[in-house]
């Protein structure tokens, strides 16, 4: 079994599984895709022991049988290509909000990796409709709800195969709405007359739930880097101590991740006038930080070393050809429960716990630079003149609300199961939802550590003429070029998208590494 290979024009789909590269490269970068010459010999394999089945006078589930409560019906030959067309139809029952773009690909993306393997069965034609799809940048439109993460999430799979069916809407690459039949005439694409087994193959996937595990554990990587860079910025700016960061410390308590994000502090504290000017013992009276800086790396890193374990997950999900049933390398077509998002909806709950807490001890760093009694001698709510001005009192009630609803994103969603089709399927997974609500939590990390650093900026400044790190100057710095420094109150909300960016293109972490090299 081969890999996929990414290049520089795009992915190779080959039988092996994508890397978190390909996945993003496509979902968010409409990199191209292309099936391997192996993929297509492994598909048309697949296909011909569907082909022989069908012809066969023993029912076959999924080939010549209805689905789920319904698998007891044997379908004659001539309503068998209206089976898989009314399970398409059927199970597009979504509703709600429209699904991001970049979910939808890479939902897409998986579920054509899966084809691939040749064990679904499914058409040559059918496999590159998913590529064709992709390569014009057309999105099926896919809504919230309608999985339940077992049997594959269902209805927003079966919106992605009503648009290779040829019906249904999807969007452009502009994001302009637009009649599937009509996008794909208009981009010489043939719509998918689907064939025995096809309708269930296209559906019977973890290409949702696990298309969002990727992208998040992608953006949690970068985001517990710019974790690091805004504590250092913090306990710099409080005049914390980064003795409590030194190596053989965090070595007698050998967590990976904790030792990673220590690293991470001392190189970003290095030569900082701030911390030297504070180094005497006999000048600082203070014995130990309060735990939101000293026990910074102790929390970054359960957090990395959860999130690894959580790549380790989706490399194995990735690695999967989820269907049922499946065609085995022996020429057996087998039903089985694979499709049950169980081990993914674990890992996606448990990093929503993580952004949790993670921005849970950011809020309380920022939430110390605005108290006057722990802030060591600035100002109250870094206010220009305080009591005319509110400096950033509201930023942090900004943070708190958004930390407040992180929690409440914690809750898991995987202890959840709502039994469904007459009892058949009496016990779910809930992944979609788990990872729905995961992505509100990343992006309310980005939001809390953005704060975070918007106002430990301020803080440096307010310590002039002691001069920060060069590292977190270099942070300063590229927020000064759209935020004006400390002065008199001004509009709050642009100055915190401002450093939203910053956190959420990785510019912030980029403008650190210029000066410590790569963190880790």
Not at 6 to 21: E, K, N, Q
Not at 336 to 343: S, T, Y
Request: net charge negative.
């Amino acid at each position: 079994m081969t890999s996929n290979i990414a290049t520089r024009t795009g992915v190779m789909i080959g039988t092996g599984p994508l890397s978190f590269d390909d996945v993003v490269a496509v979902a968010r970068h409409d990199a191209p895709v292309r099936l391997s010459d192996e993929a297509l010999d492994a598909v048309r394999r697949a296909r011909t022991v569907i082909e022989d089945l069908a012809s066969d006078a023993i029912p076959h589930y999924g080939i010549s049988t209805g689905f789920g409560a319904l698998a007891t019906r044997h379908i004659p030959l001539d309503l068998r290509a209206q089976l898989q067309r009314s399970l398409v139809r059927s199970h597009a029952a979504g509703s709600g909000p429209e699904v991001e773009r970049e979910v939808i690909r890479a939902t897409m993306l998986l579920r054509l990796s899966t084809l691939a393997t040749g064990h679904t069965g499914v058409r040559e034609e059918t496999a590159q409709a998913y590529a064709n799809l992709l390569n014009a940048g057309l999105t099926p439109v896919v809504h919230e709800y309608g999985s339940l993460g077992c049997s594959g999430d269902l209805a927003p799979l079966a919106h992605c195969a009503l648009a290779v069916m040829g019906e249904g809407q999807v969007r452009d690459r502009e994001g302009n709405l637009l009649d599937t039949a009509e996008a794909l005439r208009d981009n010489g694409i043939q719509p998918v007359q689907l064939a025995e087994k096809e309708g269930l193959a296209l559906i019977n996937g973890t290409d949702g739930m696990l298309g969002m595990l990727v992208l998040a554990i992608t953006d949690l990587r970068r985001l517990l880097k710019t974790a690091d860079v805004t504590a250092a910025m913090s306990v710099e700016g409080l005049l914390g101590t980064d003795d409590v960061f030194a190596e053989d410390l965090h070595a007698i308590r050998p967590h990976p991740g904790q030792a990673l994000s220590a690293a991470n502090l001392r190189k970003i504290m290095a030569d900082s006038p701030i911390r030297e000017s504070h180094r005497d013992p006999e000048a600082c009276t203070r014995v130990q930080d309060a735990y939101s800086l000293r026990c910074s790396p102790q929390v970054a890193g359960g957090a990395r070393d959860t999130v690894e374990y959580a790549a380790q997950v989706a490399s194995r999900e990735l690695a999967s050809a989820i269907d049922n049933p499946v065609v085995t390398r022996d020429g057996r077509v087998e039903s089985n429960g694979n499709f049950h998002g169980a081990p993914v909806a674990y890992v996606l709950d448990f990093l929503a716990i993580v952004a949790a807490d993670l921005a849970s001890i950011s809020e309380r760093r920022t939430d110390r630079f605005l108290d006057k009694a722990r802030n060591h001698g600035l100002n109250p709510f870094l206010a220009d003149d305080p009591g005319v001005d509110s400096g950033h009192m509201i930023a942090q009630y900004t943070q708190a609300a958004i930390v407040s609803e992180m929690k409440r994103l914690a809750n898991p969603a995987s202890v959840d199961s709502i039994p469904s089709s007459a009892m058949q399927e009496d016990h779910v997974s809930m992944g979609w939802s788990a990872a729905r609500k995961l992505r509100r939590s990343v992006d309310g990390l980005t939001r809390v550590l953005a704060i975070e650093l918007l106002t430990a900026a301020r803080g440096l400044d307010m310590r002039t003429p002691l001069k920060p790190a060069p590292a977190t100057a270099a942070v300063v710095a590229v927020l000064r070029e759209t935020t004006e420094g400390p002065g008199t109150d001004r509009h709050l909300a642009p100055e915190i998208e401002n450093a939203v960016q910053l956190v959420a293109t990785g510019d912030a972490l980029a403008a650190v590494e210029t000066v410590t090299g790569p963190l880790q």
